[in-house]
């Protein structure tokens, strides 16, 4: 009799209209699809109907799941969705994934399973979720047999991580902490559950039981791109289905503008010492259009941030102890180039260095696709040294990156911005002609912060003073090199009452030269103008940036309650849960602008005589760089009116680029991250003789002054992290350990500020600061932990710092420790830094390091000590992808007593390293 019902469905036996009776309807389930019903008592006509409707929903070809019957069993008792929830008490499955369990239908406080669904009534939500049943058992059986969810493909869209895959991992984890980015919450457990949740979503969506339940860009083909595409591919790849596109989602395609978008560029802030989060630098991606029918504007132009979401908390300990230990989210932010350029390269004077990202067009489709999902729905805990900008966009990219490729993290303990772009720079493309390249180009325009434009108008504005000086009569001379004396006074009154005066002093000027020379001055005049107006431009952002810090402690300290960093979150993701009710609102906001319009209504507390100070000062300073647009306005209009303002502008920015290319031909692309350098040699020691050595050092981070490297710092500044060295005596059996040092942390920047903002014998020098400990175990006191600090004053400098002679003074304290001995010594430290550069790469050089310092440690009265390094740094060649660096090095250390030649010790070394960068 099943048999008959059967063949009779199948051949079309039955009239139109005609339904067959509900056992053989169960029967036909389990000989069509394998799937049996239990108890069969307890199941009616409109469940079954349900039923099959969820195995319609599915493809064709995984509509009988593998792995024999699929039992489906009803219970009387409640659950939210009719559902398991994988308790022994509500199980999902008993008997393997053999048996598959619903309850009665109950209603679901579960927010992200079921606010898609508010237009549905009790009846509509109940049968929907029937059908999502059947989805959910069907696709995870065949999860089972095929393995779908634990291929790269899906699991690095929410980061699943596997058992050892990451340090300190146990046990299959995912990274990403919202509930919203799971079709619900079954889906956090195991990268299988989250696939088959959203198989739910995706197969049997709302829309599917009611077309008016949710707007077109609400629906889960226009929110979940990347995961549809994931599944669709597993199902093709099997030759199993390939599911219909996506179709028109209105929303997406007007942001993404896909017919313009040109490429994708990574953006790395320089690396500042003003802020400690901000010492390593930061990265932003950004997409580039060109223009369309509707002007968009490059202030307007998307930048995507990848940042600890703080809000407006306290800096202090509990602030750097959450960021350090995961208690803020990483949140993918959308937000304008103008706010960027408002934040970091006006309030935080930090340049942006810029990358050209080589993907395809498909891989730049899924990129903004990405982009679109993670904004809406990407957070992940943020901790200062593995989990930051740069592992975000390693992740970013990774789920958009095609035929296998995959930017590797570089680093289990410390993930550096700088180093991800050297992994992201290792992984290979296909060029026009077949050849391969790195996946990272340089773009050899950075975004200049106002600062760093000031500093390179300074030192234009000083070359050209020394030119047109000898143009003038002796008289106008003497006018003119006052009026530059008056401009870089610190005094911002000085400086605007200079350039109140100005047109009329430049007028004179120009008066006072020969009728042939004229043309030619008025054009160093007007550039003159310029780069005053640059110099004043960078003093007024600066400004800004400290009216902008003091403001806010003022408030903060006022000690009324504000949103704190967690609650900011959840507001967000409010926000971005409904696309129909967000595209209502103004999706790309200013953060900054909001700030300070929340601090201008906020109370707070009354300001000190020192802040008060700051706030009059910065107030000048505004006046000031008023006054200098201004004079350049009254000059453009009347003695400079014939010089064409954008011939000036054209030919800054083509000096500018070749300048920056010259650069970029001859540094190195790899940072300083993740270094190490192999050396053997010979050493002299105190005691007579000579022995070969042998010695090994490794840096977590080491970029020193005047280093020039594509993916690293500034050549003006030094950064050592994890830093160590050791030497050894080579033997037979186990070498022996002579010495070793290990640094820390230790920073140098031979940045000094401008003049107009030297108020202080101070702002005219750099500083360095280290954290070391060091072994010399042929010394009577062996052990040595020390923290050292000093000034330093640039004696001369070259540009970028390929060349630079420094004198330091500080002081050196710290305690020593051996046999016998623990004491504490502090004494002071003179030093010598020099480096020349060499022809050719930029790499080479030859650099002297000297050191004098004498100190007191108690018990033992003073011992004065001087080190001398003479190193050459060469670049010899190329060894496949890595470029050969030789650095010959001689070292000499003595230490000792003044009063007795015979407490004294002289040690000497000769060592030739090889590092591969």
Known sequence: MRLLALVSVLLGALPAGAELPLSERIAALEAEHGVVLRPREAWDAAL????????????PALRRPPGGLLELELHRESSPLGLGDGSVTRPEWTEGHQRFHLYRYAPSKER?????????????????????????????????????????????????????????????????RYAGAFSRARGQVSASLDLVTFAEELLAPVESLRPDALGVDDQVRCQEFSKARALSESLAAEGLASLPPRGRCPAFDTWAELENLTHFEVMMAAASGRQ??????????????????????????????????????????????????GGYDTGFLTTTMGEVSHETMELEQRSVRRFRLRLTPTEQVRLLERIWELERRGYFPYRF?????????????????????????????????????DMISRVEVEAPGGETQPLLEYIPDDFESTEARAERAHVSREELLSGLSAQLPSAARARLRLLHWRLRSASPEVRRATYIRMPEVLTELLQAVPPEQVDEVRRQLHAYMAWSVRVERGAADRAEGEKLEIERNRVLAVRVRVPS???????????????????????????????????????????????????????????AFIASTEAQGALQEGALASVDPGTFLAEDHRQKVESAQAWADG??????????????GVDFPAAGGSRPVLVFQSAGLSESLGDARLHGFQSGSELRALEGELSLLPRKGVPRVLSSRFTLVGYRTLMRELPIHQRSVRDALGWGMAAQMETQ???????????????????????????????????KAGMHWGPGVLAPALGPRLSLSHRTGLPGSLANAVRLEAEYAPFWRMGDGITHEAIGTLQVDLAVGQLGRYRLLLAPRAQARWAGRLASRLDSTLERRLVLGLELN
């Open 385 to 421: 040294f593995t989990e930051n900008c740069a592992s975000a966009l390693v992740f970013l990219l990774n789920g958009a990156l095609e035929g296998g490729r995959k930017v590797r993290l570089p680093g289990s303990l410390w993930v550096l911005p700088a180093a991800a772009l």
């Open 112 to 176: 992200r399973a079921t606010f898609r669904l508010s237009r549905l009534t009790d009846e509509e939500a109940e049968r929907l979720w029937r059908r999502r049943a059947v989805v959910h058992a069907v696709v995870q059986r065949w999860d089972d047999a095929r393995g779908w969810s634990q291929g790269p493909r899906w699991r690095r869209l929410n980061g699943w991580v596997g058992p050892f895959e990451r340090l300190f991992t146990f046990h299959e984890e995912v990274l990403m």
């Open 565 to 623: 960093a967690a609650e900011g979150v959840r507001d967000r993701q409010r926000q971005f849960e409904r696309e129909d009710e967000l595209q209502r609102r103004l999706a790309v906001l200013d953060r900054i602008s909001l700030l300070q319009e929340a601090l201008a209504k906020a109370p707070r507390r009354p300001a000190t005589s020192e802040e008060l100070r700051i706030l009059e000062q910065a107030e000048v300073t505004e006046a």
């Open 276 to 325: 400690p989060e901000s010492l390593f630098g930061h990265l932003m991606l950004r997409p580039v259009w060109r223009e369309g029918a509707v002007p968009r504007g490059p202030g307007f132009a998307p930048v995507v941030q990848l940042v600890a979401l703080t809000g407006l908390e306290a800096r202090g300990l509990q602030y750097s102890l959450k960021g350090l230990l």
């Open 777 to 811: 175990r042929e010394r009577a006191v062996p052990y040595r932990a020390t923290a050292l600090a000093e000034a330093l004053a640039v004696v001369s400098e070259g540009p970028r710092f390929r060349h630079f002679t420094v004198l330091g003074a500080g002081m």
């Open 667 to 680: 540094a190195l692309v790899r940072s300083g991250a993740a270094r190490m350098v192999m050396a053997m």
């Open 48 to 59: 079954v109907a349900e039923i099959e409707a969820g195995l319609a929903s599915l493809p």
